[in-house]
């Protein structure tokens, strides 16, 4: 059985939630990346990532923390995927295709989550696939309708000890029920 290649998501957080026609509903009162509004939806692309990378893949969500004097650009995992700010003084975009760039590098199958321009076609240039926020958008919403199918209510079938005898036997059985 030939060896599965591993695969990596990276998503440019903050690209996804101001393109992706999932996320992009952003009150006039949502005034900096603190507000009740941003936090809200960044719970809602981490659950997203979380279902959609499922165990199929690793997957790394990359906010932007380079105007923030105390980012250290550390991760943290939630729900079995890394979460990260970049570090002060450093745009998301470079250590997004930092990190493509290191996954292409091990041989790693990876695909890039955003719809700057730049960082597409800097990353497509190693390699390495892209998407872009409303693709991510609408393949998110596929999956999430898929899910619904396949948890409605289906009608059990009645399985009955006659339907999982042979006929043969079933019909010994019988003739010696009857008489016969």
């Known amino acids: 059985m030939a ?6 998501l990276i998503v440019d957080g903050y690209n996804v939630l101001r393109s992706g026609s ?5 009150p006039e009162t949502a005034e900096d990346y603190t507000d009740d509004w941003w936090n809200a939806a960044r719970d809602k692309l981490i659950n997203d990532v979380i279902n959609y990378a499922g165990h199929d893949m690793g ?3 990359v906010f932007d923390g380079g105007g923030n004097d105390f980012s250290e650009g550390k991760s943290q995992k939630i729900g079995g995927i890394r979460i ?8 998301a ?23 700057d321009a730049s960082i597409q076609d800097t990353v497509f240039g190693g390699g390495v696939d892209r998407m872009s926020a409303d693709g991510f958008s609408h393949e998110v919403g596929e999956y999430y309708e898929q899910a619904r199918l396949d948890d409605s209510p289906k009608v059990a079938r009645k399985n009955t000890v006659a339907e999982r005898i042979p006929a043969d036997t079933l019909a010994k059985l019988k003739a010696l029920r009857d008489g016969k």
């Open 59 to 61: 997957a790394i969500i």
């Open 3 to 8: 060896k599965q290649r591993k695969k990596m």
């Open 93 to 115: 975009d470079k250590v997004i295709e930092k990190l493509a760039y290191d996954a292409g590098k091990r041989g790693i199958e990876t695909m890039v989550v955003t719809s």
């Open 22 to 26: 999932r996320y992009r509903r952003l």
């Open 84 to 91: 990260m700010f970049s570090p002060a003084g450093q745009s």
